[in-house]
């Protein structure tokens, strides 16, 4: 199907203390328009998928009755940095519903259901569909249930690891069970090789009649390419525990928390029901949680918070109550947002070593689907039945200002391996002469990327492969002539 695209510039009339970098319309030939996923590629591209042609396609996420009237179209637009149209591919009815979206090594990674989601005389599977940087679909593995009838698969989203790959969630379900998987693929893996999955067990101590329900809330993942997740176990009309577990490159536990359930839990017990969730180093991290403090089994206005807690349960820093649910996410290596559902506010926290300072907050209208980027977020709706994107830039993002950095480091590039761009990172810890140079394995200069005198701070520099072949490269640090680290890194063509 063809579509008559128009590209409108605009200015706002609306200020942000955080200054408005750009913002754009893009005039669809469509109505029951509706954004589903949004994300961008090493090259600050921005790739925004949604509905299109869908009446009430705020159903389709949930399986409602309505949905199965008819399908939507999947439809798929990519804007530049700067937000100028470069393609809309229209995908035309690949999905029932659209979970998730992500760029990798493997290349754009679309994920969702096929057929008539909870309809429990009908039965689902769930698709991974990969695309190329021009937006064409390349290949589409279909994952189909166990059983014809009663037995169903249903994705829950995709992201990125730290080496390239990428993780998907997928539920299934019964008559008498829900249960889910997380699923690991590295960059050299294809979909149909044997790869790190995780299907939740608990310790023999808090499972009675065995496992047959496990949701996943939120995933992320974490330094060293393993992840981290929030969710709830149970067992059927039986024991439920909520739960934060912290799972290392090959799928295995590394820890486990476990909290009381909002409902099955004992009197004398408070639940604690943990939300989004983003790692801060090897033993910490920041959550949303809702602690049901009066046991009402709901989210009161003064019941839910923002927490920093450690591998044992142990948490250093709170900020709250907040009236509204709340999602964290992270900016860079010390820097989070936090998105407020309700009234469209975000709050800016950075890391202070043991808790977090709050550097500023505002409501920004008309508030959907966002990505946050290391320089700010990018927020992209439907109004009128156009598509409305705009990027706001942090005046306090980590690039902005000079730190107080405790030693040298040199991060490894990510992605890694890479093609052809990777992104290198390092901070340095007094004034002096910065030197960063790319190697073969002989020994030879590559590319000389910094070779400057540079202030105390947290760097970030982009590596471009274009004209090399495919092998292990290293790159080394040097201040003052004198060697800080040396990294090796992989290009794949």
């Known amino acids: 199907m063809k579509h008559i695209i128009y590209f ?13 970098e750009w913002s754009n319309t893009i005039s669809l030939s469509t109505e029951e328009n509706g954004v589903k996923q949004i994300d961008t590629d090493e090259n600050g591209n921005i790739y925004i998928a949604g509905y299109y042609g869908a009446p009430n396609y705020a159903n389709w996420d949930y399986g409602t009755y309505d949905s199965l009237i008819s399908s939507p179209d999947i439809r798929l637009l990519k804007l530049s940095s700067s937000g100028e149209l470069i393609f809309d591919q229209d995908y035309g009815k690949l999905f029932h519903n659209l979970a998730g979206m992500t760029n990798s090594y493997q290349g754009l990674k679309l994920i969702g259901n096929t ?45 990125p690891t730290t080496d390239g790959g990428y993780i998907y969630s997928y539920s299934y ?9 997380i699923v690991r693929i590295s960059p050299i893996d ?38 981290i997740l929030t969710g709830y176990f149970g067992e059927y009309l039986g024991y439920y525990r909520n739960f934060i577990i912290k799972l290392d490159d090959s799928f295995d536990v590394d820890w486990q928390l476990f909290y009381p359930y909002e409902w099955n839990h004992e009197p004398d017990e408070t639940p604690y029901s943990f939300g989004s969730i983003e790692s801060i180093n090897d033993s910490s991290f920041i959550t949303t949680c809702w602690i049901d403090i009066n ?63 709050l550097l500023w907050s505002e409501v920004f209208p008309d508030l959907d689907i966002l990505k946050v980027v290391p320089e700010g ?65 002989k020994g030879e200069v590559v590319s000389e990327l910094v070779n400057k005198e540079q202030n105390i701070g947290y760097y970030n520099i982009n590596f471009e492969g274009n004209d090399l072949n495919s092998g292990v490269y290293f790159y080394q640090l040097k201040l003052n002539n004198k060697p800080v680290d040396t990294k090796r890194m992989l290009l794949i063509k």
Not at 8 to 18: E, G, K, V
Not at 125 to 151: F, H, R
Not at 429 to 435: A, I, M, P, T, Y
């Open 8 to 20: 409108i510039m605009i200015s706002l009339s609306i200020s942000f203390s955080q200054g408005m």
């Open 115 to 159: 057929d008539s989601g909870y309809n429990p005389l009908d039965w689902t599977y769930y698709s991974i569909a990969t695309g190329n940087e021009e937006g064409t679909l390349i290949d589409t593995v279909d994952y189909i249930p166990y059983y014809q009838y009663g037995d169903n698969y249903r994705a829950n989203y995709v992201l």
């Open 173 to 181: 379900y019964g008559f008498e069970y829900y249960n889910g998987e």
């Open 190 to 227: 294809s979909l149909n090789n044997s790869f790190p999955r995780y299907n939740y067990f608990p310790p023999d101590s808090l499972s009675i009649y065995g496992i047959t329900d496990f949701f996943a809330r939120d995933v992320s993942t974490t330094n060293d390419n393993g992840v």
């Open 295 to 357: 046991q009402n089994q709901d989210d009161d206005d003064d019941e839910i918070y923002l927490l920093i807690m450690n591998n044992i349960g142990e948490y250093s820093w709170s900020y709250g109550p907040f009236t509204e649910s709340i999602k964290v996410e992270k900016m860079s290596h010390k820097d989070f947002i936090v998105r407020g559902l309700d009234t469209n506010t975000i709050w800016k926290f950075r890391y202070n070593g043991t808790g977090m300072d």
């Open 377 to 441: 977020f990018i927020n992209a709706t439907i109004i009128n039945d156009d598509l409305y994107v705009f990027k706001v830039k942090d005046d306090t993002s980590i690039n902005n200002e000079q730190l107080t950095i405790n030693n040298f480091r040199l991060e490894q590039n990510y992605p890694n391996p890479f093609n052809p761009v990777t992104t290198i990172s390092y901070s340095i810890s007094e004034k002096g002469l910065v030197n960063l140079v790319i190697y073969n394995t």
